[in-house]
């Protein structure tokens, strides 16, 4: 079985100022981690993925996550926000031939 | 351009009145899904399908059908619409390697039933 908790529903910062945005997950096997973005009214874009390699991960528009084991986490950060970062994000555990579950979403408010 | 295309974005219908959403890809990957997301509940799975002609039920199939007849198809039918499956639909594929093949999604259909 797995499962995946973002622990924000609703996330605002000031434009400029870095961005977090947490998810734990868990799962009986090695996971397969991923950060999606959803601009309002658009499909699910990829951010970066999480495959048993370097365990911080680097994705498009400046985001990175670290894959840590011990903390069953995978946060996604941004070192300085950006107006157009304001979207819905969310993790995923899964892929390829294993089952793919969802978080809830965490939505991201980027104050001027 | 590799895509995964929808049709149609947007649906309004009447309750019990079939409908098919379709769903096709030009990656030729054998992996494709459905989801519906609804607010504050993320993406749930309705049905899945490894490859032509295999499909299996997802997290929440009932009032759904699928077919896979071709490899790049997906179809999702609703034999009788009822106003809970107002949502909005994600199709998505992806190649059935090892586990880390990210997704990739249609661009939505916004369907309401009344």
């Known amino acids: 079985a797995q499962s995946v908790t973002q622990l924000d529903s609703h996330v605002s910062v000031s434009e400029g100022t870095p961005v977090l945005l947490r998810c734990n997950y868990s799962s009986s096997y090695s996971p397969s981690l991923f950060w999606y973005v959803q601009h309002p009214n658009k499909g699910l874009q990829l951010l970066l993925k999480?495959?048993?390699?370097?365990?911080l991960v680097k994705g498009i528009n400046g985001f990175e996550a670290e894959f840590k084991k011990s903390e069953t986490s995978f946060h996604l950060t941004k070192p300085s926000a950006h107006m157009s970062d304001a979207a819905e994000y969310f993790c995923?555990?899964?892929?390829?031939?294993?089952?793919?579950?969802f978080g809830t979403g965490t939505k991201l408010q980027v104050i001027p | 351009e590799a895509q995964v295309t929808q049709n149609p974005r947007y649906l309004i219908t009447v309750t019990g009145k079939k409908l098919t959403v379709t769903c096709s890809q030009n990656?030729?990957?054998?992996?494709m899904s459905w989801y519906r997301q609804d607010p504050g509940l993320g993406l749930r799975q309705i049905y899945y399908?490894?490859?032509?002609?295999?499909?299996d039920k997802g997290d929440v199939p009932e009032g759904y059908k699928v077919s896979r007849k071709e490899k790049r198809n997906f179809p999702l039918i609703l034999e009788s619409p009822s106003p809970n499956q107002t949502s909005l639909y994600f199709c998505?594929?992806?190649?059935?390697?090892?586990?880390?093949?990210?997704?990739?999604f249609g661009q939505g259909t916004r369907l309401t039933v009344v």
């Open positions: 998505a594929s992806s190649a059935v390697l090892t586990g880390g093949t990210e997704a990739f």
């Open positions: 999480y495959t048993s390699a370097a365990t």
């Open positions: 399908s490894m490859n032509v002609e295999v499909t």
């Open positions: 990656m030729n990957h054998e992996y």
């Open positions: 995923v555990v899964g892929g390829g031939y294993q089952k793919v579950t």
